[in-house]
């Protein structure tokens, strides 16, 4: 942990700008398909932690922890129930 625990988003975006733009041309193609992204979940605006409350978001470098699953539980569902509400209306 040299650097600290937090990293800069705009690395994080940087580094991960093929993959999202692979998956948002997945999804282009394909009506109907959508993506769902954790990185707003886990990081702010300037810096992706390492730490949230006090407990890990990451137990390696490309791994969320179990303790980070759990704070993306709560917007994956949210965002499963907006799909849902848009099918039903």
Known sequence: CTGGLSERR????????PVVQAINTLVAAHPGMLAWDPL???????????????RPLFF?????SPS????????????????AARQTH
């Open 10 to 17: 705009a690395d994080q975006e940087r580094y991960r700008a």
């Open 40 to 54: 707003p979940v886990l990081c702010n605006e300037a810096e992706c932690p390492a730490l949230r409350a006090g």
């Open 60 to 64: 390696d470098a490309d791994h969320v």
């Open 68 to 83: 980070g699953n759990l704070v993306l539980l709560v917007e994956f569902k949210a965002a499963l129930r907006a799909v």
